[in-house]
């Protein structure tokens, strides 16, 4: 597998309207060579860039240019894998901050004291019981009891959303570092699990949340060569541990404001990638004939920093009528070309420091030529138009268009 780095280059303009977003295989990707002995990893996805003008890619192949075709043409094949993205700093008109209201958690009254009984010869000491599986749990809003529950136990109770026909677990994505120890800086040996796997010790085991929130764990400790790693920790009694210090729930609410809706006759998923972890776009979002949900919408200070730099969340929007079965998934067995990983279009959202929601609709190139075979409009408080109409983009831009929404806005993504 040889080392390819993808440069967008910006061109400095002056204009009254949002930034433009990068290709979404992002700048100066980092890619690795699979570890000798390791099951295939799947090659990771990105969250949006966002630059404030027109953008040339560069592809580099060992401090060399390479064609795009060429580039492309590796990527399909496998022999490149593109690991890791960032936000770079935009500048556009100041808004007022926005932080969404996190879910409160309910507290139960101190139970008052009884009187102590008579003391009594103390027992001879006992080896202590194996953990118990907790049986609390009540959903968004309930602490999780870091290193109580088994590995093997999915904590569907305290909010997470199994993915069944993934074959692990129900979890979204695990990724094994068998030489990882608590405390380490970084993590040099990641193994992707396949269908049939399970959280395991030694594991980083990563989980869905309901649309308009996402996941709040991961370690201090990431890739040694800037892949990212998300989720739970097996523990080596093989017991699920919290990752993040001051997130004691595994979902939270996002910055809101953005919702999809289906307005055709057909069902239609949209997947976001599984960020930070496998990448894989298998975190679900399916909405029926008719139906309106939101759409996780991060808030870029708060989340996951990748090599010192916020991020986003990245959506591929598959053709309509395709099942969740075949389209939230890296590759499916029934249309490799146009589903999962090769969706036909990709949505960036992502709100930044300054209060404002960026919103970004794209082709999914070079990754597919997959054309999608329905419309797209961003509508209510943007800043400016954004839609995919008949394959064209707002402008004839090939790359796709940006808008943004002020704090306090609604940003409605149609599909018609």
Sequence with gaps: MKSLIVLALAASMAAEVVAQPHDHRGAHRHLKRRAAGSKVRRAPDVVTEWVASATETVYELDGKKIPKDEAAQGLDDGLFVVIGETTP?????????????????????????????????????????????SSGGTGLSAKFPSGTIPCSQFPSDYGAIPISYLGTGGWAGIQR????????????????????????????????????????????????????????????????????????????????????????????????TDYPGTESMVIPTVLNPGEKQPLTNPYSPNYYIWDGKPTTAQYYVNKKGVSVEDACLWDSSSNHDERGNWAPVNIGVGKSADGITY??????????????????????????????????????????????????????????
Excluded: M
């Design 89 to 133: 700093k935009i500048e556009p008109e100041q808004g007022a901050q926005f932080y969404e209201k996190k879910p409160e958690t309910t507290s139960t009254p101190e139970p008052e004291p009884t009187p102590e009984p008579e003391p009594t010869p103390e027992p001879a000491p006992s080896p202590k019981p194996a953990k118990a599986a």
């Design 177 to 272: 570092c068998p030489n990882y120890k608590p405390g380490d800086s970084s993590i040099s040996y990641i193994e992707t699990a396949v269908n049939g796997d399970g959280c395991t010790s030694g594991s980083f085991c990563s989980y869905a949340c309901p649309p308009g929130y996402q996941k709040t764990q991961w370690p201090s400790a990431q890739g040694s060569t800037l892949q990212s790693i998300g989720g739970l920790y097996c523990n080596s009694d093989g017991f699920l541990e919290l990752t993040r210090d001051g997130h004691d729930t595994l979902c939270e609410a996002g910055a809101g404001g953005v919702f999809i809706q289906n307005d055709l006759g057909q069902v239609v998923s949209t997947c976001r």
């Design 359 to 416: 919103l970004s609709i794209f082709p999914n190139t070079p990754t597919t030529s997959a054309k999608l075979d329905f419309n797209i409009k961003i509508t209510g408080d943007v800043s400016i138009e954004c839609e995919l109409s008949n394959g064209a983009y707002t402008n004839g831009n090939p790359s796709g268009c940006t808008t943004a929404v002020r704090d306090g806005g609604v940003a409605v993504i149609r599909y018609y």
